[in-house]
């Protein structure tokens, strides 16, 4: 089998990471705060639906109290770990949730 020239010789292709395309003035990229707030109220309705409470309101309101610096890099896995708490799965809060 003949390999073309310029072509990546493994299966995996290297491609451009959007953080490094230019960006157009107009976009609208979602803060860490935004994103945060968007997995905790989803990831709360979803535990809402799935065990017939109505908690995701309130767990909406307290994950707003806290400060975008006070959210950690990945807001998938802040969220993760702010829902783990407020569905009373760990024992105690980290200390960026303390900020409240």
Known sequence: MRRLENRPTSRHICLTHANHLPRNPS??????KEQFLAFVFF????EDI???TSNAQLIAHLAMAIPEEKIPH?????AKVFLAYCG?????????????
């Open 27 to 32: 976009d609208h990229h979602m803060s860490r």
């Open 43 to 46: 990831g709360a309705l979803a």
């Open 50 to 52: 799935r065990s017939h």
């Open 74 to 78: 990945c807001p998938a896995n802040a």
């Open 88 to 100: 009373g799965r760990t024992e105690r809060p980290f200390r960026w949730m303390l900020s409240l």
